[in-house]
């Protein structure tokens, strides 16, 4: 058999491997083998081969025979809800949060740290979760070894094979191989990764269908980026920097960017970029400044976020050419904090938007909204979990 081949085999067993414990999940001690090859067309052999492959596994177990509608009596099955459940961790520059979720994305219960973390030391950041996750478990009542295991999600370039932080600007780290600090403490595995493209992974899972779908996460604040989710995966690209688009060339005669090139996205966009532009009209600290002028009527500060929705218009249109999705999900500060901003974009983008992929995509708001990086990071770590722990026969 040809290693392509014997790959895509693997590949679609891990796929059933994971859409029947969903399954099984969704339909918690009503559900049987038979119900389950009805449901997902594939053979009996097939569903019972992996069925017994989750039951060795610990993930779920029978349950006593219940009785399934005429005299007949069926095994049903049912999850193990303790073995089931991750750990989603979201480090921001001001604050950590943490908290259990479930297969299906729930919060089941958090904690968060204020602390300004690009003051401090990872060594002092790992502990600081590490107090979080064992605060949550003691809560919950449930052993540490128990959960899959913990995904977090930070800002900068990751490399998320070696749970390495590269780069992170906000945190002001470089090169520190922050997964193992918390490895070291823990008898769980850590996934590292960018925050946007765990967000981009939890906000995906929230639509019918993301496993089908490929979702572009936009989003617009201190910086500006975004993040593909292709079918349930991240799309990464060779360093996992795909997606960075703060730094792509929007004017070569444009300003000067802090990367020192001229005209990068990000001069165009981000709350320091409008900063920037206001502050030649009067002295402005806050962003939510130029928005109070607008709502005041003063046409320098409407210009000012009409130019910034106009750029956001522009981006789409070029990340919808980049990626033909089926849906973007625009996010960050300036949408979030600012109601108007997004209706904004979506009436700039008729005028923006190649007529080929008019109507071929939704437009949409983040819909778990501060959760969503907790929700990825978790879904992150049951995924890889799922790929890697669950042997295959
Ligand atoms: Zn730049």
């Not at 993930?59 to 095994?75: F, H, N, Y």
């Not at 958090?110 to 949550?136: F, Y």
């Not at 020192?260 to 409008?274: A, E, V």
């Not at 625009?330 to 080929?356: C, Q, Y």
């Amino acid at each position: 058999m040809g290693d392509r081949l014997k790959h895509d085999q693997e590949f679609i067993k891990k796929k059933n491997q994971i859409l029947i414990l969903e399954i099984i999940q969704k339909n918690n001690r009503r559900i049987s083998r038979a119900d389950i090859a009805k449901m997902t067309k594939m053979s009996p052999a097939s569903v019972g081969r992996i069925v017994n492959t989750l039951i060795e596994t610990g993930l779920i177990k029978e349950t006593d025979q219940q009785s399934s509608g005429v005299g007949r009596k069926a095994t049903m099955l049912e999850c193990d809800v303790q073995s089931l459940l991750a750990i989603g961790v979201e480090v921001d520059r001001n604050v950590i949060k943490a908290a259990i979720v479930d297969l299906d994305g729930r919060i089941i219960t958090e904690a968060e740290k204020k602390a300004d973390n690009s003051a401090n030391c990872p060594e002092t950041v790992a502990s600081r979760i590490i107090d979080l996750i064992r605060q949550l478990a003691d809560g919950q009542k449930v052993e540490l070894n128990k959960f899959i295991g913990i995904g977090i999600g930070i800002p900068g370039i990751i490399n998320p094979d070696t749970g390495e932080v590269i780069i992170s600007a906000q945190l002001k780290w470089k090169n520190e191989r922050f997964a193992s600090l918390i490895e070291d403490k823990l008898p769980l595995p850590v996934v590292l990764d960018n925050d946007l493209k765990v967000k981009a992974l939890g906000e995906s899972s929230y639509w019918p269908k993301s496993d089908e779908t490929k979702t572009v996460l936009v989003s617009v604040g201190s910086g500006v980026g975004s993040a593909l989710v292709d079918e349930g995966e991240i799309y990464r690209g060779a360093n996992n920097i795909a997606g960075e688009i703060g730094h792509s060339t929007v004017n070569p005669d444009g300003m000067l960017c802090e990367c020192g090139k001229r005209g990068c996205l990000q001069t165009y966009i981000t709350d320091l970029s409008l900063l920037q532009e206001a502050n030649q009209v009067r002295p402005v600290h806050h962003v939510e400044d130029i928005f109070e002028a607008m709502r005041n009527g003063e046409t320098w500060a409407y210009n000012i976020i009409e130019r910034a929705c106009t750029y956001i218009a522009v981006t789409i249109n070029n990340v919808v050419c980049t990626y033909n999705p089926d849906r973007i999900i625009l996010t960050g500060n300036f949408i979030e904090h600012h109601s108007d901003t997004f209706e904004m974009v979506r009436a700039k983008m008729k005028d923006f938007i190649w007529e080929p992929f008019s109507g071929t995509f939704d437009l949409s708001r983040s819909k778990l909204g501060e959760n969503s990086v907790r929700i990825g990071a978790a879904k992150l770590v049951l995924q890889q979990r799922l790929k890697q722990g669950l042997p295959l026969d």
